[in-house]
């Protein structure tokens, strides 16, 4: 103090150096469009609003986080209980339950006390218990999350405990921190760490992500938005690059932290291909021909009810394309029935040529054109069936499957008469 300074004004620069302004709002609020960040910042400095512009393009929404000092460890721990929610996988949130039970071990071994944490503990697990209620009972609501957050003592507590693991976790992994200290680790970690509204800096944010949410298999993304050239804001990745199941993405304003969602991929329409749900049917096939095949088709086209045989079939224009032979079952193979073919006597060239019947061809415009496979050529692929009753039906008095079967006889008057 001067020697000229009264009691009074130094009082008073006391007061001044620990002023904290009155902070409203929520500690974490919902999810907002990014497109309200770019107009917060329409008026700044035109790195900012470059950088704000393409954020709002390819990160859709942001969540703020009440800058009381512990900022930087909400993000991260609502992030973390965040991305288990959406992952909607029970087992895995068991498995995260039984790893941060298993902390309390490390707790212990670097001399925290079992009555001291233990109700920060209960904090983080009640909160993963419900997680895993709201997975089993198909609720996607993440209100709970807000509540649990923003209900004050229950958020202090969840933070401390974040808090408490990754100050253990750093001094059992010294090494790996103290050369970027200026002060000795315990001393950072007491001061730092564990004290509540206390900003996190990059070699406390690394710690908590090595040793809290590193073995979780989440990655962890930080995303300045400062004054560096570009129009882009900065990534860096704090875990190993792999494969993760879910990233926290962590918007970074000098001295804030918020959190930030990635725009989800637009499908283009164009690369849909169109599915035809009808099975077995295309259009798109090879020229079929008759005499392509290896053996008679004649004798089992008879077998079908009113089939027209007397069209001409012709040959195929080109060599049929060798077929594929598919392996034979070991228990049966289909071998085609031997046909006889039977010489049919041809008329003496002297007998005069019988003349064509000039009756007229009955009408068929009222029978029904079923439909047969289409590899088979016009006309042979239509067959003209009597509309009532249906030939082939079992419920033709005259088909053998009728309860009341009664087979036709032939009758020569009406026989020649057709």
Known sequence: MSAHQSPDMAHFQQLSNTYEPELEGPLVRSKQSS?????????????????????????????VMKGDGNCGWRAVAFGYFESLLKLRDVTKVATELARIKDFNKLLDSVGQQEHLYDLFVDATVELLDKVSEAITTGNEDDSFLLEAFNEEYNSSSIITHFRLMTSAWMKINRADYEPYLAIPLDVYCEQTVETVKTEIDEVGLQGLVNGVIENSGFAVEILYLDRSEGSEVT??????????PATIRLLYRPGHYDLLYKTDPVIPTSTITPVNYQYAMTSDYTPWYPNSLSFDLNPVLMAVPSLPLDSPVGDAPFQAAPVYAYPAHEHASFQPPPVTHTPVSSPSSSAPA?????????????????????????????LPLSSVPFRNSHYNPA????????????????GHNK
């Open 235 to 244: 990534p860096h990745l704090l875990t190993p690059n792999r494969p993760s």
């Open 35 to 63: 497109n309200i960040l770019k107009d917060e910042y329409a008026n700044a400095d035109p790195i900012y609003v470059a950088k704000t512009a393409t954020l709002a393009q390819t990160h859709s929404h942001y969540r």
């Open 354 to 382: 019988a003349p064509l019947s000039s009756a007229p061809l009955p009408d068929k415009s009222s029978e029904l054109q079923v439909r047969l496979n289409p590899l088979v050529r016009e006309p042979m692929n239509t």
């Open 399 to 414: 088909h053998f499957q009728n309860s009341e079967f009664q087979p036709l006889q032939w009758d020569p008057i009406s």
